[in-house]
């Protein structure tokens, strides 16, 4: 937006040059970019709002529209996002658990049973985790950018539909009641300077209690990957790439899926799903072809 807006002041930029900006980025950006565009916008002139820089918000009416896709680009709109299959998760994580540093099986494995964003587990507190039924809910996104431990932030989710409880796997509660062990004592070597709000994957040693910044979760996957001679070019968030790929392998429905990654609606995972289902699709219409075929025998 700076090249439209940099050298304004903020007080004379009116809803219908705001509007505007957002049409002429619309064929320079993809959809999911522009609306994140958009959202930024909108929290940057809510803030002017708030601290008297302007009187009015010129975003309060703003509105993305959906682009029509052209043929074109729906018939070359096949590529997927990378994720690991079946045989290479098992693998990943045997390296984790067996190469990993403190932590990493524990973080991997959780990204992997569960498909969290890292942003959500990085701010995951014990206070989420219902520990007898094994479920965990997800209300909050770490924000670190410049990766300093002491200066994190916790926001709300990414949407509303983020926000949500799913079942985990007991291994993954009995994963973070090592970790909580551990962090116990940190907290009793360190009574004075542990940062003690109760996250469950926190560093240890110095800084001991604070959360994990996403950069280090991406720097030690790599190191990971490396060890295991997979692709490195996948990152966490590949994870949860692969989540939704072995959903889908297992029979989940599309809805649950989405539901359980916190989407609202989402191209990749209806991609990744529509790619895994694809053989169970097909069987389908070779069952009801063959169904038409013996019904006219019969007649």
Same mark, same amino acid.
């Given at each position: #937006? $700076? &090249?439209?807006?940099?050298k304004l002041n903020v007080s004379s930029i009116t809803e219908q040059m705001y509007q505007d900006t957002l049409i002429s980025l619309q064929n320079k950006l993809a959809d999911n970019t522009l609306s994140g565009v958009h959202s930024t916008g909108r929290m940057i002139f809510s803030y002017g709002l708030k601290i008297g820089a302007l009187k009015t918000d010129p975003t309060s009416n703003a509105f993305v529209?959906?682009?029509q896709?052209? @043929?074109q680009e729906l018939e070359q709109n096949n590529e997927l996002p990378k994720y690991l299959e079946r045989d290479e998760l098992v693998h990943f994580l045997q390296v984790a658990q067996e190469h990993g540093l403190d932590n990493d099986f524990e973080t991997f494995n959780t990204l992997?049973?569960?498909? #969290?964003?890292?942003?959500?587990?990085?701010? $995951?507190k014990e206070l989420d985790v219902n520990f007898g039924d094994d479920k965990i809910r997800i209300t909050k996104t770490l924000y670190n &950018?410049?990766?300093?431990?002491?200066?994190?932030?916790?926001?709300? &989710?990414?949407? @509303?539909?983020? @926000?949500?409880?799913?079942? @985990?796997?007991?291994?993954i509660i009995v994963g973070f009641q090592n970790l909580l062990t551990i962090q116990q004592i940190e907290k009793s070597k360190r009574p004075k300077t542990y940062h003690d709000q109760g996250f469950i994957f926190a560093i240890i040693g110095k800084f001991a209690g604070y959360p994990h910044v996403i950069k280090m979760v991406e720097l030690r996957m790599k190191r990971l990957l490396k060890q295991a001679g997979l692709n490195l070019d996948l990152t &966490?968030?590949?994870?949860?790439?692969?989540?939704?790929?072995?959903?889908?392998?297992?029979?989940?429905t599309?809805?649950?899926?989405?539901?359980? $990654?916190?989407?609202?609606?989402?191209?990749?995972?209806?991609?990744?799903?529509?790619?895994?289902t694809k053989p169970k699709r097909k069987e389908a219409s070779q069952k009801f072809g063959e169904l038409m075929r013996a019904s006219k025998k019969s007649d």
């Open positions: #937006m $700076l &090249p439209f807006f940099a529209s959906k682009r896709k052209t @043929v992997a049973y569960t498909g #969290m964003r890292v942003g959500e587990l990085c701010a $995951l &950018p410049n990766n300093n431990y002491a200066l994190y932030k916790l926001n709300t &989710p990414k949407t @509303v539909s983020s @926000v949500r409880e799913i079942d @985990v796997d007991h291994e &966490p968030h590949s994870l949860r790439h692969t989540h939704t790929s072995l959903l889908a392998e297992a029979g989940a599309l809805e649950q899926i989405m539901q359980r $990654l916190g989407h609202a609606n989402d191209e990749i995972t209806r991609r990744i799903y529509l790619h895994i």
